[in-house]
T-cell receptor, first 115, second 115 residues
Framework: AQKITQTQPGMFVQEKEAVTLDCTYDTSDPSYGLFWYKQPSSGEMIFLIYQGSYDQQNATEGRYSLNFQKARKSANLVISASQLGDSAMYFCAMRGTGGYQKVTFGTGTKLQVIP | GAGVSQSPRYKVAKRGQDVALRCDPISGHVSLFWYQQALGQGPEFLTYFQNEAQLDKSGLPSDRFFAERPEGSVSTLKIQRTQQEDSAVYLC?????????????FGPGTRLTVL
């Protein structure tokens, strides 16, 4: 069974500052993938970044980077130079490698960027 | 269109009514997923299709929920005799391949409110 834990229900960050959103996971799969999605108030789920469990380097996509610490089973999202448009819900998610790779989501963190 | 589309975007049903929610995945995408997202929660897996085959329906909460994808493209999620606890956003996602690392692309969701 897979489990994703996001312990921060809400976060505030000043515009232009960096922010870290926490995510820990639990799985018995030897190989897995970790994702972060952004969900604005409009409701759509927007893919941000992906990290494979065997990837040697931490994933980066523009202002987003994933701080992957395999031994600690954590996959924190770092957003640099926050913008007002970053205000949204952020979900950490995991997919195993067996079968069709069902995705399990955490409960989310609501990020609010303050001008 | 280029993305996943869902219709209707909003649905209000009286308790006991049947509803049908439609998902148009990205053309050519093999995998299709349905998720249920309750208010303030992360998406919860409902069911998975690989082409027209429903390979996993373990997340469907009761036998009132039924999904189909008869021609391997458009999918319909049907809820019979709706109950208030069915009120949620229903998200559809599609993925092109079966390999690890392929992201799921989400539709905008259908917000179902059962009165």
């Amino acid at each position: 069974a897979q489990k994703i834990t996001q312990t921060q229900p809400g976060m505030f960050v000043q515009e232009k500052e960096a922010v870290t959103l926490d995510c820990t996971y639990d799985t018995s799969d030897p190989s897995y993938g970790l994702f972060w999605y952004k969900q604005p108030s409009s409701g759509e789920m927007i893919f941000l970044i992906y990290q494979g469990s065997y990837d040697q380097q931490n994933a980066t996509e523009g202002r987003y980077s994933l701080n992957f610490q395999k031994a600690r089973k954590s996959a924190n999202l770092v957003i640099s130079a926050s913008q007002l448009g970053d205000s949204a819900m952020y979900f950490c998610a995991m997919r195993g490698t067996g079968g069709y790779q069902k995705v399990t989501f955490g409960t989310g963190t609501k990020l609010q960027v303050i001008p | 269109g280029a993305g996943v589309s869902q219709s209707p975007r909003y649905k209000v049903a009286k308790r006991g009514q049947d509803v049908a929610l439609r998902c148009d995945p990205i053309s050519g995408h093999v995998s299709l997923f349905w998720y249920q997202q309750a208010l303030g929660q992360g998406p919860e897996f409902l069911t998975y299709f690989q082409n027209e085959a429903q390979l996993d329906k373990s997340g469907l909460p009761s036998d009132r929920f039924f999904a189909e994808r008869p021609e391997g493209s458009v999918s319909t999620l049907k809820i019979q005799r709706t109950q208030q606890e069915d009120s949620a956003v229903y998200l559809c996602a599609s993925r092109g391949g079966l390999a690890g690392g392929d992201e799921q692309f989400f539709g905008p969701g259908t917000r179902l409110t059962v009165l």
